[in-house]
Every structure is written in structure tokens, then in C-alpha cells.
């Protein structure tokens, strides 16, 4: 998948804990969007960032979610006192500029919450 | 509001034949289409791509045609082989984010 790197690949959550997902894009990319699949659903929006800003967060829930990425690192999707829910394949994509090319995915995290 | 939308869930085609999958969308400002191809557990890999200027993209075997005026896209798979099982999503973009249907799970039968 082009070098984007997602980890944790499986992250088990209790309700209430909080999940953090990373996310490297492909070196020299700086444009990240998150994406989201339940089960048995297509992929769903989140949140477009390039570095150190939030340029569309229309697909984030209005509570207990966030995203970032900074300056330097990768960029983390933060879930805040999971719900069960939240529970989901997470991806992150990277692209090198507008999307007028390709973006690359990762290979998602999933996340249980028990 | 689903602005991407893939009718089909599942197809099967047979080893050797074309594969077709449709996608419809609704926003005209949409300026770039793409094709991913998504195995179970592992994230959607990039096949193929058209822009709105263009209404035929040919890469190997895939063949990704758009037909702007029926706000239409499809992608051709000829032959298809049994490794292009697989779910297919079809995605487009207005330059802040790509909006993907709801996959087509394609079966090609030996």
C-alpha cells in the first residue's frame, strides 16, 4: 500500500478507555484523511488534515473524537472513552497534494471495544 | 446522503469473462474518479484513476470508463481472473475528500 503505515493493526479497547490510532503517510506526502468502516458498511469519512491543520472534519462524531498532525510525527486519530460502537476498521490514506491523484491506504486498525 | 453509490453488493463472473462494475454519483463538482480494490483485514489498494476531462482510462486489464452527462462510472475487468476476487470501491473527489460507495464483492469462478 505505498508506504502509509498504520499502527496499532488490532487494538483491544474496554469501554470508557481512550484509543489512539497512528498514522505515517508516504514520506513526502502532507495531506492525511482518515476513513472509517463499520461492518458490513462501505468507507466512511472522517477527517482531511494536512500538516498541522484541519481542513475538513465534516465526517468526525462531534464528541469524544480527534485528529491531528503535527509538524513532526504521525498523524494520530484520538477516541476518547470508547464506546462499543466505535468499534471499526480505521483507515488512513495519504496523498501528495490535491486530490486530483491517488491517494494510498494503509492497511487499517481495528478496533474492538469489550 | 449518499453522493457515491454502488447498486450491485456482489457479482460473479466467470474465469476468462469481462467483469463490469457501476457506480453512480449525484455531485457534478465531483473532478476525479477512482477504483480501489479492498482484500478482507487489509486496507483498499489503488487500481485505477480517471479525471473529469477524460471519459476513458485503459491500465492492463482495467478499463475505467465515465460518463459525466449520466453522472455514471464503470470499471471493466476483461479477462477476469480467479485473484480479482476481491471487494471493489469506487471513490470521487471535489478536492477535500473522496466519497466511496458502498463496495461491489466480485467473485471470478475458475
Known amino acids: 500500500n505505498a508506504g502509509v503505515m498504520q499502527n496499532p493493526r488490532h487494538l483491544v479497547r474496554r469501554r470508557g478507555q481512550e484509543a489512539r490510532l497512528r498514522c505515517s503517510p508516504v514520506k513526502g506526502h502532507s495531506h ?3 476513513y472509517r468502516q463499520l461492518p458490513e458498511e462501505g468507507l466512511k ?3 482531511y488534515l494536512q500538516k498541522e491543520n ?5 465526517g468526525m462524531p462531534k464528541e469524544r473524537f480527534s485528529a491531528e498532525f503535527p509538524k513532526e510525527g504521525p498523524s494520530i486519530l484520538r477516541i476518547q472513552q470508547v464506546v462499543r460502537g466505535d468499534s471499526a476498521a480505521y483507515f488512513c490514506a495519504s496523498s501528495g497534494g490535491r486530490l486530483n491523484t491517488e491517494a494510498f491506504f494503509g492497511q487499517g486498525t481495528r478496533l474492538t471495544v469489550v | 446522503d449518499q453522493q457515491v453509490k454502488q447498486n450491485s453488493p456482489s457479482l460473479s463472473v466467470q474465469e476468462g469473462r469481462i467483469s463490469i462494475l457501476n457506480c453512480d454519483y449525484t455531485n457534478s463538482m465531483f473532478d476525479y474518479f477512482l477504483w480501489y480494490k479492498k482484500y478482507p483485514a487489509e486496507g483498499p489498494t489503488f487500481l485505477i484513476s480517471i479525471s473529469s476531462i477524460k471519459d476513458k482510462n485503459e491500465d492492463g486489464r482495467f478499463t475505467v470508463f465515465l460518463n459525466k452527462s449520466a453522472k455514471h462510472l464503470s470499471l471493466h475487468i476483461v479477462p477476469s481472473q480467479p485473484g480479482d476476487s476481491a ?5 470521487a473527489a471535489d478536492g477535500n475528500q473522496f466519497y466511496f460507495g458502498t463496495g461491489t464483492s466480485l467473485t471470478v469462478i475458475p
Not at chain 1, 54 to 58: A, C, M, Y
Not at chain 2, 87 to 91: E, G, L
Open chain 1, 32 to 34: 492525511v484523511y482518515w
Open chain 1, 45 to 47: 469519512f472522517m477527517v
Open chain 1, 54 to 58: 484541519i481542513i475538513d472534519e465534516s
Open chain 2, 87 to 91: 471487494v471493489y470501491f469506487c471513490a
